[in-house]
């Protein structure tokens, strides 16, 4: 079955210090992950998607598929990363349903 | 990225009653999904809405209770019918712009209360 894991459900750090969130995975197929973030009053979006390799407000993701774990991390966290992060996966036929994690909601301490 | 609207934003209903939730998006998109975000839950996908025929429906979740429209590539409508306080939740819309495409975008969510 096609799984999502956050093991935190709350994660606080001080400005400055590194962030990661964690994300495991369990899915037969190829996976593809994302990770969307709600910040504050705010509607879900997509922060970043494992295909693109990219950095997106200085937060990376790598996908470890030996480990099953797609990680978010930024090596010093800023005041407005406080918000709420999902890890997502895409399943099914065209890899078109989204299978969410349980979230985890990061405070940065000023 | 496509600009997705929904109303109502919240609402608060009473118990046996129904609510349509609408969908609106600025531009043709080919998938659209509606999910249920339960009070500190994550988000878990009702059904596909497909346009022309009938909406695909995730396990646990039947047209009987979820009725979905969709009408054209621009919008669609969820029904909540006969609800109960269990039914309380947001729920929202999101769009795909091509099949094969997995990044999907949101719309901002309806908040429902039943009292």
């Known amino acids: 079955a096609q799984r999502v894991t956050q093991p935190e459900k709350l994660l606080s750090v001080f400005k400055g210090a590194p962030v990661e969130l964690k994300c495991n995975y369990s899915?037969?197929?190829?996976?593809?992950l994302f990770w969307y973030v709600q910040y504050s009053r705010q509607r879900l979006q997509l922060l970043l998607r494992?295909?693109s390799r990219e950095s997106i407000k200085g937060f990376t993701a790598d996908l470890n598929k030996g480990e099953t774990s797609f990680h978010l991390k930024k090596p010093f966290a800023q005041e407005e990363d406080s918000a709420m992060y999902y890890c997502?996966?895409?399943?099914?036929?065209?890899?078109?349903?989204?299978?969410f994690g349980q979230g985890t909601r990061l405070t940065i301490n000023p | 990225s496509a600009v997705i609207s929904q109303k109502p934003s919240r609402d608060i209903c009473q118990r046996g009653t129904s609510l349509t939730i609408q969908c609106q998006v600025d531009?043709?998109?080919?998938?659209m999904f509606w999910y249920r975000q339960q009070p500190g839950q994550s988000l878990t996908l009702i059904a596909t809405?497909?346009?022309?025929?009938?909406?695909?429906?995730e396990s646990g979740f039947v047209i009987d209770k979820f009725p979905i429209s969709r009408p054209n590539l621009t919008f669609s409508t969820l029904t909540v019918s006969n609800m109960s306080p269990e039914d309380s939740s947001i729920y929202l819309c999101?769009?795909?712009?091509?099949?094969?495409?997995?990044?999907?975008?949101f719309g901002p969510g309806t908040r429902l209360t039943v009292t």
């Open positions: 999101s769009v795909a712009q091509a099949f094969g495409l997995s990044e999907q975008y």
């Open positions: 494992h295909i």
């Open positions: 899915y037969s197929g190829s996976p593809e």
């Open positions: 997502a996966l895409s399943v099914g036929q065209g890899a078109q349903k989204l299978v």
């Open positions: 809405a497909n346009q022309g025929s009938e909406a695909t429906y």
């Open positions: 531009s043709q998109v080919t998938m």
